[in-house]
């Protein structure tokens, strides 16, 4: 299968999905053609170009979205002059910036531009008719939990950012940061059950390095010195915590046991 047909294919579900057809950093170009045929993906580097980054996605909603991805983006671009604005002026410059950020491994730049691509996002979202409200409360809190912790060391240890959607994508500078992250957020957002082994996915082993074991040793936790009000936790508010860090594309499996695809039926495993 040619490349341009894996892009095609990958599009007919979210249009940026295109971008997972590489691994590490990859860029979604925008194209000429009316019909999008050409737009494309273009791996800038690759997973081992910057793998001292660790991520950690708070999953803050299970729930479907109100308003979704393909109807919300075609509402902003017919009602929202803020979406003109960031496209023709803000977008271009800031993907150059990006860019350098990247192949630099500069993450002071890269966490302040990724800050200020996801708020902006957001605020054309609000600026669409009627307004898209993707975030929650939740996500607030987390937003204000990082700038809170970037401006008392002066320089950014985390950037975030959000899609289409309430669930964070916190990236960590290594993974010392991100263990300090991770005991921020259990002090913030403990587990509503006693289950601390479904409460983090992923690459688990950052539970120890933050010295959590169990649900007591969270709550044993110490208050961040950049956090003024005392005891400001929400429990329950996250449905649960993945660790990862940057990783390759998509890889051909020779075990069929191991894929997610029904082969006889082309549709998702248990459908």
Not at 20 to 35: E, R
Not at 98 to 108: H, P, S, T, V
Not at 175 to 200: G, I, V
Request: glycine share 6%; charged share 25%; aromatic share 8%.
């Amino acid at each position: 299968m040619k490349i341009m047909e894996n892009f095609l294919i990958a599009r007919q579900g979210s249009g940026s999905a295109c971008r997972s057809i590489y691994g590490g950093f990859v860029k979604w170009c925008m194209g000429k053609n009316d019909d999008g045929s050409d737009s494309m993906a273009v791996q800038l580097v690759d997973e081992s170009h910057w793998d001292d980054l660790v991520i950690i996605i708070a999953v803050v909603s299970l729930k479907q979205k109100e308003t979704s991805s393909t109807s919300g983006m075609r509402d902003t671009v017919e009602t929202s002059p803020l979406l003109q604005y960031r496209a023709q002026t803000v977008v271009p410059g800031r993907i150059l910036k990006m860019e350098e950020a990247i192949k630099k491994r500069d993450f002071e730049s890269f966490a302040r531009l990724t800050c200020a691509d996801s708020n902006q996002f957001h605020a054309v979202c609000l600026d669409t008719s009627p307004p898209i409200f993707y975030m929650n409360d939740t996500s607030h809190r987390i937003i204000s939990l990082v700038e809170k912790w970037n401006h008392s060391e002066g320089t950014p240890q985390v950037a975030y950012t959000f899609d289409a959607g309430p669930n964070a994508v916190l990236i960590a500078r290594n993974r010392k940061t991100a263990t300090l992250l991770l005991q921020r957020l259990l002090y913030c957002f403990p587990p509503q059950e006693n289950d601390l082994d479904s409460y983090m996915v992923g690459d688990k082993s950052i539970l120890s390095d933050a010295g959590v074991q169990s649900v007591a040793d969270i709550e044993a936790l110490p208050q961040p010195p950049e956090m003024k009000t005392p005891n400001q936790k929400f429990k329950g508010d996250v449905s649960y915590f993945i660790c990862s860090r940057p990783g390759a594309g998509p890889k051909v499996l020779t075990d069929e046991s191991h894929t997610l695809i029904d082969s006889a039926t082309g549709l998702a495993k248990g459908v």
